[in-house]
């Protein structure tokens, strides 16, 4: 990994220069293209269909929280094996409710699919917002003194 041997680091919130945002958004963009390409692999090309392989990353998602819960991963590890993941998980849903009945979808169509979305999108955002419920505590601890 480029970024890791470059920076020494992973963890996205050590992303506060130039070079870094260039890895970080880099990462981002082949994992939106290979993410998507995984979804449709695993349903389509190996025929287990748009709901089994929601299933299947769903599943995925939910071992690496596991195992980040008893600490068998880190949590720089587990963010990034848990955003992998969640993009074939999410090309899987759209796949799911978009598509037509007889190729095992929902038969939503991509407008109502991309409607649910934005809602869903902008639920979360807006209920953030108000209760702040994502935001780190703050420390109970002083600050050390300057040397």
Known sequence: MAWFKVEGTL???????????????????FTFALGTA???LFSEKFSLGYFATLAM??????LIGG???IHALGSVSAFWAAYVVTRPLG??????????????GLGLGTTTTSLI?????????SFLAVTKVDKPKASTTSPRPAP
């Not at 963890?11 to 963009?29: C, G, K």
């Not at 990353?57 to 939910?62: D, E, K, L, N, R």
Request: hydrophobic share 50%; proline share 2%.
């Open 11 to 29: 963890s996205i919130h050590t992303v506060d220069n130039l070079r870094r945002e260039a890895f970080y958004w880099t990462t981002i963009l």
């Open 38 to 40: 995984a979804g449709d």
């Open 57 to 62: 990353f769903a599943g995925i998602v939910a």
């Open 67 to 69: 195992a980040y819960r």
């Open 91 to 104: 090309a899987s849903l759209g796949d799911y409710l978009s598509q037509p009945k007889d190729q095992s």
């Open 117 to 125: 979305f934005l809602a869903a999108i902008l639920g979360l955002v």
